[in-house]
């Protein structure tokens, strides 16, 4: 299984890693071709080499080259653009959810609908090209996993279309949401919203660098000089010397019997919205007779002090069990499959190979099912036999 680590000393935003990613071997020609597919204004990309306090480092830049206003594009229309490109499915479906994650944090910041949101930074063509172009760069490289260290997200104060905000800003703070972060002394925006955005929908794990055989290094740079820290980005890309269907988890219990079952949903709530890969609740008959409740929960390794802790103060319990277990897993992919209600995300599963599982994905169906009007069933079975054929 291929894998990509992401040592943030220095921080992280598109550009940094759209340049690393050039960097492990993601050519400035096959960028521009697939960036011919996307309808945007005219702009230049470019890359070269820099050097950043001793590291030589790829910097890559976007200029539009006409000088115009920047377009205060909104996430639907960003959305309509991407997906009716001529880019892959799958580098679409990833571009868009990236966006979507920028779009709901700013919707829920500002206190307006998703469908109202205007980006400022985020809508130019720059932070556009940066998006897609680290979708693009991710699938050419062949990437199955991408994991982070801890990110020092930098101090100060930074201008931006809405005015002065403390750093972190709002957005990647909201988008850090579970992140491990590192205190900084460096006055600068260290972890921009496009960065975190992008760690957010793709960084499977955070923490020291998994067990590997390193293939390549490369370095994305920054565009500041920051004060005793180079300002690149380092990406490492290598095997897992693990097989790509299986690994390790922690599962977190308690026995429950005396708590309001009222409070179940809001702790699962709770417990979901860190991030961590389920949650279930099983009847169990306990000591003196008594009929309670298992909670388990299954997450990373690396999380199981910050679950552990969240189980213990919003539940009743006075103490968790915890144990590692192994799993298998099939390799999954999303794609977006075409029916006569709109576009539908599918979940699809293959072992060896080959697709033993095909799920549409029911958030998907029943916003699309809103949208249009009818029940749920109907766009997931139609979504399900467009799915068909897929080998």
Same mark, same amino acid.
């Given at each position: ?43 230049? &990309? ?140 460096? &006055? ?204």
């Amino acid at each position: 299984m291929k894998i990509l680590y992401l040592d943030c000393f220095a921080g992280i935003s598109g550009d940094m890693l759209l340049g690393a990613l050039i960097d492990l071997g993601v050519t400035e020609d096959l960028l521009r071709h697939e960036f011919t597919k996307l309808p945007l204004p005219s702009y230049a &990309i470019a890359t070269h080499r820099v050097m950043k306090q001793n590291i030589t480092a790829t910097k890559f830049e976007c200029r539009e080259e006409r000088q115009q206003q920047h377009q205060h594009r909104g996430f639907t229309e960003i959305a309509r653009m991407i997906t009716g490109s001529a880019l892959t499915e799958s580098v679409k479906h990833r571009a868009v959810n990236v966006f979507r994650r920028l779009g709901e944090v700013e919707a829920k910041i500002h206190g307006v609908p998703l469908e109202k949101i205007h980006f400022h930074e985020i809508g130019a063509v720059d932070s556009i090209v940066d998006i897609v172009g680290v979708c693009i760069a991710l699938e050419l490289l062949g990437v199955d996993t991408l994991e982070a260290g801890p990110l020092p997200c930098g101090s100060g104060f930074v201008e931006t279309a809405h005015g002065k905000f403390p750093v972190p800003a709002p957005a990647t703070l909201e988008l850090l949401r579970g992140v491990p972060v590192i205190p900084s002394d460096v &006055i600068a925006e260290l972890v921009t919203p496009t960065g975190a955005a992008l760690l957010s929908e793709f960084c499977s794990r955070y923490g020291s660098m998994s067990t590997m055989l390193i293939e390549k290094v490369g370095y994305g740079a920054g565009t500041r000089d920051l004060p005793g820290l180079p300002n690149v980005l380092r990406a490492v890309l290598g095997q897992t010397t693990e097989s790509p269907d299986a690994d390790t988890v922690a599962v977190i219990e308690t026995n429950i019997d005396d708590m309001n079952p009222e409070f179940f949903s809001e702790v699962m709530e709770q417990l979901l919205a860190t991030g961590v890969l389920d949650v279930f609740w099983t009847p169990v008959q306990m000591k003196k007779n008594r009929p309670g409740t298992l909670l388990t929960v299954l997450c990373a390794a690396d999380d199981v002090d910050r679950v552990a802790e969240l189980v213990m103060t919003h539940t009743t319990s006075f103490g968790v069990r915890i144990h590692e277990v192994r799993r298998r897993k099939l390799a999954r992919e999303i794609i977006l499959v075409k029916t006569r209600f709109g576009e539908i995300s599918v979940k699809i599963g293959r072992l060896a190979g080959k697709v033993v599982q095909c799920s549409p994905e029911f958030e998907s169906c029943r916003r699309v099912a809103t949208n249009v009007g009818v029940p749920v069933k109907n766009v997931y079975n139609e979504a399900a036999q467009a799915a068909g054929d897929i080998q």
